[in-house]
């Protein structure tokens, strides 16, 4: 199959109703990086654009990568669960296409998110800064992006992962916040410096670091890699191993 | 004009070969064996019904051949093909749930089986309309009563001009009307030269659609026979289903 019948199948699942929820709460996320880019903008004697695109970044990062990994959980484990995906692979679909348009989904949404994050600061920088062309487009950091794009990927494919892995659309929706909540849990007590507890390791840190990281952090960016590698290949052999019975 | 029509139709006869052909399949589940030592050879243009009781095989075979569970043993080749996955892009098939965006409306559905094809979306409105779901085409799946839900079904079956369908429990769900619709479908396709395999519990169904009929028991095919041979083997249908399973009687 075509990549393009591929992204026009996955294009039309995008908008169906019960993805219509992430749709309102990415809107919300949106708006939000720009009431605190606001706040900050009042109490700043000479802001500049540069200033902020880092901080719409940072106001994105914990909350986006999240709905980035429960919205492939919802979309895919919906496939499951319906029975859709098994009766596309009775039809004809090759589990390598379908496996091949969650990956063009995932590229998709973390290219959506980027100009999403991209809208705001221009919307920002335009309407309550009153900054001109070149002050804004030097504010803009194409390290950041190209940080933001692996991280998102890494969080896309952590919900792959478990949803081509364990099957339940329900169990992963609700093993997300969890995992995340206990990940910066531990990423603060190891802030506090009492104990080490390596927690830039862990695939959902690591993918924040790299997101919030202005810099190239070599690091960072080589432990997310890794762990988009190994969600990748036990999804992949989540797919391909197990025989579809009737659900 | 009437002599080639005659002689066309002539050599299409002549020509058919086997659209299936699956040797000594073996599938278990754990200890159970749901399917022992299952041969099966559907000819080009047969209405093929798979009849058996709950349980005896029949969907189990039918997911072998959509490679959707692996055979334990045994082969199966679709059109002298054993790539099955190649052999899919000329089947269309009806499964026993019917797997829907159940909150995408009709069209999207049908746009999405199109894109899986790779047919054109212009075939929808005419499967739609043949199908008489055309104006239902805005409403969400969910909405549509069972029946409508197995009519689509089928129309997604039909997507692409397949040679081979293959159909799981077709009738479900089906008013009379939709049965006697059925019957002119299959008559229909049989007449174009389809292949059709059903896998039903209807034996008044098989008696009035198929051309050839197998019954599965137990993980195993009884008695392979013609439809036409039934009656003068067995008396009828019920004789023939309970000389094989006699003990649901």
């Keep these: ?247 | 004009m009437l002599v080639v029509v005659f002689l066309a139709k002539l050599l299409r006869r002549k020509m058919k070969y086997h659209v299936v052909h699956a040797k000594n399949l073996l599938k278990r589940f754990d200890s159970l064996t749901v399917l022992d030592n299952v041969s099966l050879e559907i000819a080009q243009g047969d209405v093929f019904c798979l009849l058996g009781p709950n349980g005896s095989g029949k969907t189990t075979l039918i997911n072998c051949i959509l490679v959707l569970l692996k055979p334990d043993n045994g082969v199966i080749n679709i059109f002298g093909n054993s790539d099955l996955v190649e052999a899919k892009k000329r089947m269309g098939v009806v499964m026993e749930e019917d797997g829907f965006y159940r909150d995408m409306n009709v069209m999207k559905n049908m746009q999405i089986v199109c894109l899986i094809k790779n047919a054109s979306f212009n075939e929808i409105p005419i499967l739609l309309q043949k199908l008489s779901l055309w104006d239902q085409r805005n409403k969400m799946v969910k909405k549509l009563s069972q029946g409508m839900r197995k009519r689509l079904a089928i129309a997604c079956s039909m997507v692409g001009n397949p040679d081979f369908l293959i159909w799981d429990e077709p009738y479900n769900g089906l008013d009379p009307t939709g049965f006697q619709f059925m019957r002119n479908l299959i008559s229909e396709l049989r007449e174009q030269g389809k292949t059709i395999l059903i896998s039903t519990h209807l034996l008044d169904e098989v008696k009035k659609t198929a051309t050839k009929t197998a019954l599965m028991h137990k993980g195993k095919i009884r008695e392979v026979l013609e439809v036409k041979d039934i009656s003068e083997k067995y008396g009828n249908m019920d004789k023939f289903y309970m000389h094989h399973v006699p003990e649901l009687f």
Excluded: H
Aim: overall charge neutral; some cysteine; hydrophobic content about 55%.
């Design chain 1, 1 to 247: 199959m075509t990549l393009v019948n591929l992204a026009r199948i996955e294009y039309i699942k995008l908008f169906r109703k019960s993805n219509l929820l992430f749709f309102f709460l990415a809107v919300y996320l949106f708006i939000t990086p720009i009431g605190r880019g606001y706040d900050e903008l009042k109490v700043m004697e000479n802001p500049v654009a540069g200033d902020f695109f880092m901080a719409m970044v940072n106001s994105f990062s914990i909350m986006g990568l999240l709905l980035m990994a429960i919205f492939m959980v919802n979309n895919t484990g919906n496939d499951f669960n319906e029975g859709s995906y098994r009766k596309g692979i009775a039809m004809g679909l090759s589990i390598q296409d379908y496996y091949k348009g969650k990956l063009l989904l995932s590229g998709f949404l973390s290219v959506f998110v980027i100009l999403s994050v991209l809208l705001i600061y221009l919307i920002f920088t335009i309407f309550f800064l009153r900054a001109d062309a070149v002050e804004i487009l030097k504010g803009i950091n194409p390290v950041s992006i190209l940080n933001q794009f692996v991280a998102l990927t890494g969080a896309a494919c952590f919900g792959l992962f478990f949803i081509m892995f364990f099957r339940n659309r329900t169990i992963g929706l609700v093993f997300f916040p969890f995992w995340f909540i206990t990940e910066f849990i531990v990423y603060l007590l190891d802030k506090s410096g009492r104990q080490r507890l390596f927690a830039e390791f862990f695939p959902g840190i690591s993918s924040y670091e790299l997101f919030t990281s202005p810099d190239l952090e070599l690091q960072s960016l080589m432990v997310v890699i890794i762990y988009i590698t190994i969600f990748l290949t036990i999804a992949w052999y989540g797919l391909i191993l197990r025989e579809e019975k009737a659900g």
